[in-house]
Structures are given as structure tokens and as C-alpha cells.
């Protein structure tokens, strides 16, 4: 079966960048949309980026527009999110997730999770 794990986060401050990485086992990862969702304690998981199978179109949330960027390597099985500009409301737990062929906003969409990473943003 598919497994992904995250990797990447970490305390930045207000301002700064991280680098978010999922690698996902299995011969199937390029047939997979991918996405990035987030949950902050107390919050609704939400939808960051997705990106389709082969890379040419994405998808994204308005409160990330024009500071991350999704963008996968599936040579390497691997879904990156760089985030930029980084704000304290970004800080949460941040999920990679997959489904096929072309990303929603939907959670309940995806059917293939990662366990999660945290990312702190200070003030």
C-alpha cells in the first residue's frame, strides 16, 4: 500500500522559510494527485496546494497565494511545499495527502495520508 512521509518543519521566525518534503513509497506515486493540507490546534484541517499527476497544473488555498509553492519530483517519489513570507496564523501541523490524477480542496477527496509535520512560526 501507499505510505507518505513528511519532513521539514521546524520553528522559523515571522518572515522566514521552510522547505516542506513527502516522500511516498510504492511504483504507482506519478498516477497520484498530491496536496498539502494544514491543522492548527482547535481548527478544521484545511486545504494548502495540490498538484496534478504530471505536474502541469496546481491548485491553492487564497491565504497561501503568491508565498508557497507546491511542485513534485517523481523520479524521486517526492512532493515538495516551499513556504515563504512565513506567518505566525501559518503555524500548524502540516499533512501531506494523495488522489488520483487531479487535486480538490477536499480532505475527504483523498484517500492515502502522511502523519504529519509541525511547523511554528514566532513572532
Known amino acids: 500500500q501507499v505510505q507518505l512521509v513528511e519532513s521539514g518543519g521546524g520553528l522559523v521566525q515571522a518572515g522566514g522559510s521552510l522547505r516542506l518534503s513527502c516522500a511516498v513509497s510504492?511504483?504507482?506515486?506519478?498516477?497520484?494527485?498530491m496536496g498539502w493540507f494544514r491543522q492548527a490546534p482547535g481548527k478544521e484541517r484545511e486545504f494548502v496546494q495540490g498538484?496534478?499527476?504530471?505536474?502541469?497544473?496546481?491548485y491553492y488555498a487564497d491565504s497561501v497565494k503568491g508565498r508557497f509553492s507546491i511542485s513534485r519530483d517523481n523520479a524521486k517519489n517526492t512532493v515538495y511545499l516551499q513556504m515563504n513570507s512565513l506567518k505566525p496564523e501559518d503555524t500548524a501541523v502540516y499533512y501531506c495527502?494523495?488522489?488520483?490524477?487531479?487535486?480538490?480542496?477536499?480532505?475527504?477527496?483523498?484517500?492515502?495520508w502522511g502523519q504529519g509535520t509541525q511547523v511554528t512560526v514566532s513572532s
Open positions: 510504492g511504483r504507482s506515486f506519478s498516477s497520484y494527485a
Open positions: 495527502a494523495a488522489k488520483g490524477l487531479y487535486p480538490t480542496s477536499s480532505a475527504n477527496d483523498y484517500g492515502y
Open positions: 498538484i496534478s499527476w504530471d505536474g502541469s497544473s496546481t
